[in-house]
């Protein structure tokens, strides 16, 4: 009985009495990963798919979706990871859209988190893509591997996880087109709990 009452004070967080008392454990552990291209959804999981959405974009385009990622049975994920209290212990990320040797494209990264029907869309980071690569404008040259002049991503606690059937997006706005672009590539890092 007195179990009883403390766990109606408590707002229901300790067990019943027969079950030896102590909080509940989280139901689904955290683990860090990145998101590349393959991880996309059918029409978004090939270079060949993200680059024909992106050569078609003129600068000063209007925000298009250029890759989408449904989330999985019993999966929920949230951009970004770690913390910015343990800057070397977060995720970093990058993003790049060239004309291998000749120019890149300039524009505007937007990551986004939507529920299935995307009737509830929010925006969790928009974020310059000159800031998401190095200058040097070849496929290996370009990926950033220094961490103090990537952007780091730490797991966006502020929104909510996105469940299974909503998704994961990047919409991307041109400010400058490539001439044509040839390569694409991103790794953006994400926190799933499973």
């Given at each position: 009985m007195v179990m009883d009452i403390i766990g109606r004070l408590g707002g229901g967080l300790a067990l019943p009495p027969d079950s030896g008392g102590g909080f509940r454990k989280p139901t689904q552990m955290p683990f860090k990963s990145h998101l590349g291209i393959t991880d996309g959804d059918a029409a978004y999981d090939t270079m060949a798919e993200v680059l024909a959405i992106i050569g078609a974009l003129a600068a000063g385009s209007n925000w298009t979706k250029i890759w989408e990622k449904t989330v999985p049975a019993q999966q929920q994920i949230r951009w970004g990871f770690g913390s910015p209290a343990l800057p070397h212990n977060q995720g970093y990320m990058y993003f790049?859209?060239?004309?291998?040797?000749?120019?890149?494209?300039?524009?505007?990264?937007?990551?986004?988190?939507?529920?299935n029907r995307e009737t509830v869309i929010k925006t969790v980071l928009e974020v310059d893509?000159?800031?998401l690569h190095t200058a040097t404008n070849t496929a290996a040259g370009i990926i950033p591997v220094d961490i103090n002049q990537m952007i780091a991503l730490p797991e966006k606690v502020e929104f909510p996880k996105v469940g299974e059937d909503s998704k994961l997006q990047i919409w991307y706005r041109c400010i400058t087109a490539a001439t044509a672009e040839d390569t694409v590539g991103f790794s953006i890092p994400i926190t799933v709990y499973q």
């Open positions: 790049y859209s060239i004309d291998v040797t000749v120019d890149m494209q300039v524009g505007v990264l937007r990551l986004v988190q939507a529920n893509d000159t800031r």
